[in-house]
C-alpha cells in the first residue's frame, strides 16, 4: 500500500476522529474474522467430550452478543444495525479455532464487529478452562474476508 | 495439570454455570496480560511520527474501558470493583505489543479483565490502522501473571 | 402450527444462531404485548392515592429503557432502531395492568421488544412495592399483536 | 402487612427514590425466582429432543448476564457484585420451568437480580421458539425465597 | 414561541412519552452543541504544556463514545445510527470551550446526542483536573444549530 | 493550590492513566452537585401546572440511573457501588434548579457520579422542553460539597 495513504481516524494533525459516512451509499456487506485458541490436546479432548455443548455455546454467545456492542467497544466505530451474526467454534489447529460472519447493510463495514466476535468468543472459552489451562493463548486474530465496500473486496491469502 | 482437574464453569454434565466465589477472602489481585499487533514497519514507523499521540491514546482508553466492562461480555465472569487498570502500548516485536495490568481486592481474580483490555486496546487499534493496513493481526493475546488468589500465583515462563 | 415447522433460531444440529433478515424488505412492524401484576387491593388502592404518580413513571420509563435495550438482553435478537415505545399502565384485573407498543421500520419484527418493555416494567414497579407487598407476581406476560411481517399479522384471542 | 409500611422506593410525596442503605451492615444474601414458560406439549417435546442442548443454554445465559446488568434496568435498584448466578431450566408445570438463585454479600438483597434473571432468561426461550408457538406466555415470574435482610427470611408457601 | 406549542414528550395529561417518528422522512440531520468548562488560567496553561495531548484526547474519546449511547442515556431520546461524531476542545473563553458536532440519517434530530457528547467530553475533562481546580464549572451547555428536521433550521443567535 | 500539584490521571509525560486507589482506606464518602436549567418563565410556569409530574420523574430517573453508570461514561473513572443516589429539581434561579447527592462506601469519591446525575437529569429534562425551548442552556454544573475523603471535605462557597 502506498506510503501516502492516510489513516481514515487520524487527521492530519494525528488527531483521532470518527470518519464521516454519511456520503457512502448503503450497501450489503460482510466480513469474516478468526482466531485460535491454542490449547493442550488433553484439554481439547476434554472439551469435546462434554455431554451437553456449553462450552461452545457460551462461547458462541459471547461473540454474536459482543459484535452487536462494538460501537460501545471500540470508540471511533459506528453503530451498525446488524443482520446477521454467526460465530462457529471447531477443534482444530492446535486448539480451538473461532471464524465469525457478520453481515450488515450500511454505509460502512463490519470488520470490527467480526474481530470483535471472534475475540470475545475466544476469551468467554479461555474463561472457562482457565481453571485447567492458565497458560492458554488466543492468536491470529484477523479479518478473513470483507466484501461490499466501495474501496474493493478483501480475501486474506491463505496462511502462509 | 491433573487430567482429572474439573472446568470450574462447567458442572458434571457439562453445564455451565458461574462459580460460586461468596466463600472465597477478599484479596488484593493483581493480572497482567499482553499482545501484539502485527504491522509492517512502515505503519509503525507512521504510529511513531504521529505529533500527538492519539492513536495510542485511543487504544489504551479502549482497553481501561473494556476492562471495566468485563463482566458484561464474558457470561460467566463476576463483576469486579476495579482499583487500577494501566493499559501500555509501545512498539516493538514486529508491530506493537500491548500490555495491561489490572488490580482489584475481591473474591476472583482478575484475569479476565486483563486479558479483555489488551484484547479491545488491539482492535481498537486495528480499527485506526485498518484503512492502510487491512491485513494486521492480533497475535500472542495471554495473560502474564496472576497473584494474590488462593490457588497460588502464576506468572508465564519467558517467551520461548 | 405443524409439527415440522423450524425453530428459527436453532439449526438442524439444534446449535443456536442468529436468523440472517437480510433478504427481508424493511417494513412497518407493530407490537403489542401485556402483562399483570398481581397485588393485593390495598396496595393498588395505596399506588393509586399517591399523590404524584412516580411509581407508575418508573415503570413506565424502566420499560421504555429496557425495550431500547432489547438486543444486549436477548442473546439472538437483532438490533432495531424503534420509532415508538409506549407503556401503559393501570389498575385492573386483581393488581395492575401494564401494555406495550413498539413500532419499528425493519426487517424483522419488534415482539421482543414489546415483551421485554413489559418485563421490565412490571419488575420496577415491584421493586417499589416489595417492601410492602413481597409475593407479588408478575404473570400473562404475551404477545397480543405484531403486524408488519412477511408471515401475516398476529392476534390473541380474547383471554380465555 | 400493616397498612401503614411504607412503600420503601416512595417519599411522603410519592416521589420516587432510591433508599439509601449506607447503614445496613454487609451480609450475605440469597434470593431465589422462577417462573414459567406455558408451551404446548409437542414445542417441549421438540426442545427435548435437540441434541445440542443450546436453546436452553442460550436462555440460561441470558438470565445470568441480565442478573449482573439489573442495576441498569431497574431504575431505582442498587448495583450488586454478584458472587454467583444460577439459573435452571426444567421441563415440567405446562410448558417450561426456569428457577433462579442469586447469591451476594451486600447492604441490600439480590431479589431483583433473581427475578431479573429468570425474565430474560423466559423471553430469550420465547425467542427462541417463537416462530413454532407465538402465543407461548410466561407467568408465575415470583420471589421464590429470600434470606441474610434484617428484616426476615421470606420464603413463598407451596403453591396453593 | 407561542403558549399552545405542546411539550411533544408530554401527553395531554403530563405523562410522559416517546414521540412517534414514524411518519417523519429520513432525512439528513446535522446538530452542533458547545459548553465550556472554567478553569483557571494556570490550569489551562499546564494542560496547553502537556507533552502528549491525551488529556485533550480523553475528553474527546469520552464525548464521541456517549453520544453513541444517548438513547441510553436520555429515557424518551430515539435510537440513532450516527454517521460522524466530531468533538473539538480549545482553550479560551476562561478555560475550555468544546464543540460538538453530530451528523445522522434519521427520522429525528441529534440534538441530544451533541449536548450529551459536550456534556460528557466536559466531565471526562473535569475529572483530569479535579485534583488540580475541584471548584471546576461547566457552563453554557447548549444547542448551536440544528438542520434537516420538517420544523425548519435553528441557530443560536450570536452570544449576547 | 500550589502549582506543582499534579494532575492525578496525567503522568510525568502527559499520558492519561486511571489512579491505582487500592492503597486507600474504604470510607463513607458523600458528594453533592447542582446545575441550572436556564428556561422561559413561561415554561417553568407550564411545567409546573403539568398534572403528572412526569417530566420531574423523568429527569430524575434519568440521573439516577446515570450515576450508576459513570464508569462507562466517563473513561477514567472508577466503578463504585453506590448506597444511595438522590437528584431534586425544583423551579428557581432562572428556570430549573437541579441538585444530586451521592453516596457510597469506596476507596474514591462519587463527585464524578454527583456530577453525572446533574448532568444527565438536566439532559433529560431539556429533551422534552425542546419541542417549546430550543436555546434552553445548561449552566453552572458544578461539585457543591464532598466528604470523607483522606485530602480532606471540600465546600463551594456560597456562589458570587
Chains 1, 2, 3, 4, 5, 6 share one sequence.
Not at 12 to 33: I, L, N, W
Not at 87 to 101: H, M, N
Not at 136 to 142: K, N, P
Request: with cysteine.
Amino acid at each position: 500500500m502506498a506510503a501516502d495513504t492516510p489513516f481514515s481516524h487520524l487527521d492530519e494533525t494525528g488527531q483521532a476522529r470518527m470518519v464521516d459516512v454519511g456520503d457512502k451509499p448503503v450497501t450489503r456487506r460482510v466480513a469474516e474474522a478468526s482466531c485460535r485458541v491454542l490449547l493442550s490436546a488433553e484439554t481439547v479432548a476434554r472439551l469435546g467430550t462434554l455431554p451437553k455443548g456449553d462450552a461452545h455455546a457460551v462461547a458462541r454467545l459471547a461473540g454474536i452478543q459482543a459484535a452487536k456492542r462494538t460501537a460501545e467497544l471500540v470508540p471511533l466505530a459506528h453503530p451498525l444495525i446488524l443482520d446477521d451474526v454467526a460465530v462457529e467454534i471447531a477443534p482444530g489447529d492446535g486448539g480451538v479455532r473461532i471464524t465469525s460472519r457478520v453481515v450488515c447493510q450500511a454505509r460502512t463495514g463490519a470488520e470490527m464487529e467480526a474481530l470483535t466476535a471472534c475475540a470475545m468468543a475466544a476469551l468467554a472459552l479461555y474463561d472457562m478452562v482457565k481453571a485447567v489451562e492458565k497458560g492458554a493463548v488466543v492468536t491470529d486474530l484477523r479479518l478473513e474476508s470483507k466484501s461490499g465496500g466501495a474501496r474493493g473486496d478483501f480475501r486474506r491469502r491463505r496462511r502462509e
